[in-house]
């Protein structure tokens, strides 16, 4: 049962949830990238992975494991390079993606598995988990509880913001027929994603 502390915290959850999952990020220009080659019923299974991949480690860090960062900065260390080598390879494949679409080279839609991984290595869901599991919990006899509003919160919000992206892309499909205008969106979009490396190392 809701008291006025959960209920007071519900703004700002609904608040930190929609910047942090709204704003430009790997996931986010993957999705569009997603909706835009293969339409939102085949992007589902990628929307689906991130939740999974998402909420597991949300779970894991309110379990108290995140403290595993500051006791081992070799593991951080390491995920931070891991997540900077995947992205720069994927940037790589989605050019590559463009410059052969006359011999229908394609990407293929991520996997649920692929997407969920991902979230291991992304920069951008670490940060957000570790700030919303310590900031936006209360201490005491309603740490669960919650931690439990900011579960299903950031998970109805960040499921809203995903298809937001996968239906931007699918919009911007529109404007791609020529497979020129396909390569110079997926120069965009690799080139967008490499701006997010300097996430890694905030």
């Known amino acids: 049962m809701f008291n006025e502390e959960l209920i ?5 959850l609904v608040l930190f949830c929609f910047i942090a999952a709204f704003t430009p990020g790997p996931n986010n220009i993957l999705l569009t990238l997603s909706g835009a080659k293969f339409g939102v019923k085949r992007t589902m299974p990628h929307i689906f992975g991130i939740r999974v991949g998402m909420t597991v480690m949300h779970i894991v860090m309110l379990c108290g494991l995140g403290s595993l960062f500051s006791m081992l900065p070799i593991l951080h260390a390491a995920l931070q390079a891991i997540a900077c080598g995947y992205i720069l390879y994927l ?3 989605i050019i590559q993606s463009g410059a052969q679409v006359n011999s229908q080279v394609l990407l293929q839609p991520m996997s649920v598995n692929e997407a969920a991984v991902f979230q291991l290595i992304n920069p951008k869901s670490i940060s957000m988990l570790l ?4 900031a936006l919990t209360i201490p005491g006899e309603l740490f669960w509880d919650s931690a439990i509003l900011g579960l299903v919160v950031f998970n109805l919000v960040g499921i809203c913001c995903a298809v937001f992206w996968v239906f931007a892309g699918k919009y911007i499909n529109r404007y791609l027929h020529k497979p020129k205008q396909r390569s110079r969106f997926n120069i965009v979009m690799a080139l967008l994603l490499v701006t997010c490396l300097p996430l890694i190392f905030i």
Do not use: E, G, R, V
């Not at 007071?8 to 700002?12: E, K």
């Open 91 to 93: 940037a790589s494949k």
């Open 131 to 134: 700030s919303l599991c310590s």
């Open 8 to 12: 007071a915290l519900i703004p700002a």
